[in-house]
């Protein structure tokens, strides 16, 4: 049985998401202790800034419910008015619907399929994936490229990136005036920069923990690169800051961001954190002169970019109804392999001990042809022999139903 369990941002505040997440670094860690201690068949966890999601081939959710409030150290009670749960059918429709971008906070947009496949890697490389997990996510990469290719949901998308650019020129006039700093070096931080960047900003820093990657990605921006223990000394020569790192714990705290405003004289600063959980201390929002945005700020942004892509939404819900139809039918043949196999290794044995009995009459002398004749008639009538019987001993329904099964599985006609 296939199913999903999660959180996301349809279902729960940042405050709860955040206490849900899991750090990309110990995500292996968890996945085989998930895997290696509890009756879990397969496996994969997709953690993001929106949603936590966990993927499984199991008999029942509830012990992956109790794993996650374990693991997490929070109460059961805590979590579970958020948590949704989907079985086979709905599961299967929800990942082609993430895998989509049709069940994220902006609608359409193409990072969760990049995140999804970094799952699954993490997932393979861990050896938690299945072969239907394994066919579920790539029959759900493959959904997500048709709907992009034949609908215009991707079209004049909103990213989170382009509604911070959106919030910050309602702080400032320009931002080709601006000092930007990022935090972290991730796809997030990526996207950020290359959309503020755009507007061609004054000065770019990058800070991350890693100070090669940090450089790395300042070069394509022509910015330069600082280690995260410098944040207090560069953040207040900075009048926008976007964060978004992997760290359990704030990294820009309250008395770092007060100081910072005295330093400025009480010039503005915007500061935007993609981070769950979060990278700037939430008290920091209360400063005046400081304009902290969260992930669950920039969707009030994205929300006017919605109804344009209503009409695509309906098309890509059409494809993805079909396809999860197509995906049932396979998990359902798959239902018939033992049965199958069951049957062919039947055949097998009666095969090779028809095959040995006339082996043995050729050794005595007898005839080819006679041998042949005898082999075939012994081979049909073991053969045929459950199936008649099966059919001789049926009464009422079950002969009816049988006599139809036979028909069909050996593609009889009828002579009338």
């Not at 008999?59 to 374990?70: C, F, H, N, R, S």
């Not at 994220?104 to 999804?116: A, F």
């Not at 919030?167 to 700093?181: C, H, P, V, W, Y």
Request: aromatic letters at 4%.
């Amino acid at each position: 049985m296939i199913f999903t369990l999660g959180i996301n941002h349809h279902s729960a505040p940042l405050a709860i998401r955040e206490r849900v997440a899991f750090n990309a670094e110990k995500l292996h860690q968890a996945l085989a202790d998930l895997t290696h201690n509890h009756p879990v068949k397969e496996v994969a966890i997709l953690s993001t800034c929106n949603r936590t999601e966990i993927y499984c081939a199991a008999e029942t959710p509830d012990v992956v419910i109790d794993w996650l409030a374990q693991y997490h150290q929070v109460e059961r009670s805590e979590i579970l008015p958020y948590l949704y749960t989907h079985d086979q059918t709905a599961a299967i429709r929800h990942a082609f619907r993430v895998a989509s971008g049709l069940d994220s906070m902006v609608i359409g947009e193409p990072q969760i399929l990049g995140q999804m496949k970094d799952a699954v890697r993490v997932a393979e490389e861990s050896g938690t994936l299945g072969t239907q997990l394994h066919k579920l996510f790539q029959r759900s990469f493959s959904v997500a490229k048709e709907v992009r290719s034949t609908t215009a949901i991707g079209a004049n998308i909103v990213s989170m990136a382009a509604a911070g650019v959106h919030l910050a020129e309602r702080i400032f006039e320009s931002i080709d005036t601006q000092r930007i700093l990022f935090i972290g070096a991730g796809e997030m931080i990526e996207l950020c920069a290359a959309h503020f960047c755009a507007r061609q900003p004054k000065q770019v820093t990058i800070a991350n923990r890693t100070i090669e990657r940090g450089r790395a990605l300042a070069e394509r921006f022509n910015g330069t690169a600082i280690r995260l223990d410098e944040l207090g000394e560069h953040l207040a020569q900075h009048d926008i800051v976007v964060s978004c790192t992997a760290s359990p714990l704030p990294i820009i705290g309250l008395g770092m961001v007060e100081r910072a405003v005295k330093v400025r004289r009480h010039r503005p600063m915007f500061m935007v954190d993609l981070a769950v959980p979060r990278d700037i201390e939430e008290e920091v929002g209360e400063l005046d002169d400081v304009f902290l945005y969260t992930v669950d700020d920039l969707a009030q942004v994205v929300e006017n970019g919605m109804e344009s892509r209503q009409a695509a939404v309906l098309d890509a819900e059409n494809i993805i109804a079909c396809r999860v139809q197509d995906f049932i039918v396979w998990l359902q043949g798959r239902d018939t392999v033992p049965v199958i196999r069951s049957l062919r290794d039947s055949a097998e044995r009666m095969r090779r001990h028809e095959l040995e009995h006339a082996i043995k009459l050729l050794a005595k002398g007898e005839s080819p042809e006679k041998v042949l004749d005898h082999l075939s008639h012994r081979l049909t009538n073991k053969l045929l022999h459950a199936p008649t019987q099966s059919l001789n001993l049926a009464e009422g329904q079950e002969r009816a139903e049988l006599q139809s099964a036979a028909s069909r599985l050996f593609h009889l006609h009828s002579n009338d």
